[in-house]
C-alpha cells in the first residue's frame, strides 16, 4: 500500500525566511513525488515532481524538493518566503508502478507567511 | 491554452437526488482522472479514463457512483440516490497520458447533500 504523511498541519514563517514544508512517503516501488498547491476555492496547482535522476527538483515559483530514499522523504523549500506563498500544500506518490498514475495525497500542510 | 474545466462549480442538492458533475479535460490529453476531496483532507482517488474506457474504479466508494468518458474526451461523473456524506469537492485531472506526465486539475465541483 501506498501513504504518503505531512507531520504539520500548519507552519508559520516570516517573509524573507526560509520554508520548508516536509512529506515523507511509503510505497512498494519506485516513488514518483509531487506537489501541488492549492489556494482558496480554487484547484490544485502544480509545482514541481520528482520521476527519477537528480535528486534535488526545481519547480514553480521558486520552489524546490529534495528527495532522499533513505529517509523516504521529499520535502518543499524555498529559500525566501513570499506572503504570496501563503496556500494549502499537498504532497503526493504514485509507486505502484501500475502504468498509470494513481496518486496518493497527504492531508496537506497550512503555509503561513507573516510580513 | 485552456486548462481542465468543471462545471458546474457549486451544485447544491437533497438527499436521495440524482446529480452528474461534467469535466472538460485539455485538448489532447487521453488520461482522466477523478479525485474526491472531503474537508480538511486530501484529494483521493476515484476512477481513471485512458481514453473511453475506465482503467481503474477501484476508487469508486460504492455502486451510486459511476463514470463516462463516451468519446474519450469530456467526463461525467454520476452519483444515484445521494447521501450527506457525499458532499465534498470533487475534482478532476487530466494528463497526456504516461505514467510520468503531470496531471492538471479543474477548479473543482463543490457538492453539498442536504
Known amino acids: 500500500a501506498q501513504s504518503v504523511a505531512q507531520p504539520e498541519d500548519q507552519v508559520n514563517v516570516a517573509e524573507g525566511n526560509p520554508l520548508t514544508v516536509k512529506c515523507t512517503y511509503s510505497?512498494?516501488?519506485?516513488?514518483?513525488l509531487f506537489w501541488y498547491v492549492q489556494y482558496p476555492n480554487r484547484g490544485l496547482q502544480f509545482l514541481l515532481k520528482?520521476?527519477?535522476?537528480?535528486?534535488l527538483v526545481k519547480g514553480s515559483y521558486g520552489f524546490e524538493a529534495e528527495f532522499n530514499k533513505s529517509q523516504t522523504s521529499f520535502h518543499l523549500k524555498k529559500p525566501s518566503a513570499l506572503v504570496s506563498d501563503s496556500a494549502l500544500y499537498f504532497c503526493?506518490?504514485?509507486?505502484?508502478?501500475?502504468?498509470?498514475?494513481?496518486?496518493?495525497f497527504g492531508t496537506g500542510t497550512r503555509l503561513l507567511v507573516s510580513p | 491554452g485552456a486548462g481542465v474545466s468543471q462545471t458546474p462549480s457549486n451544485k447544491v442538492t437533497e438527499k436521495g437526488k440524482y446529480v452528474e458533475l461534467r469535466c472538460d479535460p485539455i485538448?489532447?490529453?487521453?488520461?482522466l482522472y477523478w479525485y474526491r476531496q472531503s474537508l480538511g483532507q486530501g484529494p483521493e482517488f476515484l476512477i481513471y479514463?485512458?481514453?473511453?474506457?475506465?482503467?481503474?474504479d477501484s476508487g469508486l466508494p460504492n455502486d451510486r457512483f459511476f463514470a463516462v468518458r463516451p468519446e474519450g474526451s469530456v467526463s461525467t461523473l454520476k452519483i444515484q440516490r445521494t447521501e450527506r456524506g457525499d458532499s465534498a469537492v470533487y475534482l478532476c485531472?487530466?494528463?497526456?497520458?504516461?505514467?510520468?506526465?503531470?496531471?492538471?486539475f479543474g477548479p473543482g465541483t463543490r457538492l453539498t447533500v442536504l
Open positions: 520528482y520521476i527519477t535522476g537528480d535528486n
Open positions: 485531472a487530466s494528463s497526456p497520458g504516461t505514467n510520468t506526465d503531470t496531471q492538471y
Open positions: 479514463f485512458q481514453g473511453t474506457g475506465a482503467a481503474d
Open positions: 503526493a506518490v504514485e509507486g505502484m508502478n501500475t502504468g498509470f498514475q494513481k496518486l496518493v
Open positions: 485538448s489532447g490529453h487521453t488520461a
Open positions: 510505497v512498494s516501488g519506485n516513488p514518483y
